[in-house]
Structure formats: C-alpha cells, structure tokens
C-alpha cells in the first residue's frame, strides 16, 4: 500500500518530458490504459467535450493550455502528444521544444512533411508507431507519438 500511495505522490501532471521516438512521450505508450496514464500524470485532467475520441489533456495550471494529452480508443491510448509549447519537453537525442527546425531535420532526416492547418507535420523515419513533430513559424512547437491510421494533423 506504501509503494501506491508513494507513486500517486510523484504522479502530476507534466511539465517536462522526453519523446522517445518510436517508443514514448513522458513516459506514456499507446496502448496503455487511463489507470496507466494516471498513475504517471495524475488525476488533474480535463475532457475534451467537442473531440470524436475520448480526449484527456493533462496541464500543469488550470485553464493554461501548456501539458500533455492523451486519445484513447477502446479504453487505451491511441495517440500520446503534447500541448502548444510547454517548456521543458526534448527529444531522447536532446531536441527541444521552441528549437529552430533545421535542428529538427539535421537530426531526424530524411522526415515527411504534411502541411496541417496553421502548422507543419513532420513525421520522423522509423517503422512501428509514428513518431511526429509539430513546427509552428519555423520552430519546434510539439511532439506526438500516434498509432497507425491516426491522422498526424491533431
């Protein structure tokens, strides 16, 4: 019972983390179930009232839309990604989120480009789940981590 109690105590909603492409997003994986993602985040979450999925997102301040969130289909997650900008978020291989680009294609190259609604997708090479960054003005702004099939414009 102490273990729980201690792991509920480290949980909190992120404010930093590391994308392990292919892999990860905080330390969330698709396929993971809420009690999962609530034992790593923490309780302290909204719902998305106008989203098709079931939508989670996980801010560290209330009303400010800087964190995490989570899709979940059937009961586990189905795309992992961040919100806006939040600071703190890097790479596995040391890529920071309000980097310029060109960090970003010198690093993962050779990346696909989707052009989504007021911002670029970039999707990383590798197989398994894919594996994006998101460019807002020339800088990286997000990153997500989605199952195949899912759309890379969030």
């Known amino acids: 019972m102490a273990l729980l109690a201690a792991a509920s105590a480290r949980a909190a909603p992120p404010d ?6 292919g892999r ?19 309780r302290a979450y909204g719902r998305c009232r106008g989203c098709a999925a079931e939508t989670l997102y996980f801010n560290r301040f209330a009303f400010r839309p800087e964190g995490a969130g989570v899709e979940l ?6 795309a992992v990604f961040t ?23 010198s690093t993962y190259a050779p990346l696909q480009r989707t ?22 003005d ?3 702004w997000g990153f997500a981590l989605l199952a195949r099939g899912h759309a890379v414009c969030l």
Request: charged letters at 20%; a positive charge; aromatic letters at 8%.
């Open 73 to 78: 289909r059937r009961g586990r997650v189905d």
């Open 16 to 21: 930093a983390g590391v994308f392990v492409p």
């Open 138 to 140: 020339g800088d990286v």
């Open 24 to 42: 990860s997003l905080g330390g969330v994986t698709l396929g993971s179930s809420l009690d999962d993602v609530v034992a790593r985040w923490g």
């Open 83 to 105: 919100l806006w900008a939040p600071a703190g978020w890097r790479t596995a291989q040391g890529l920071a989120i309000g980097e310029p680009s060109l960090r970003l294609q």
């Open 115 to 136: 052009a989504c609604r007021g911002y670029e997708a970039f999707t990383l090479p590798g197989s398994g789940p894919r594996s994006v960054a998101y460019v807002v």
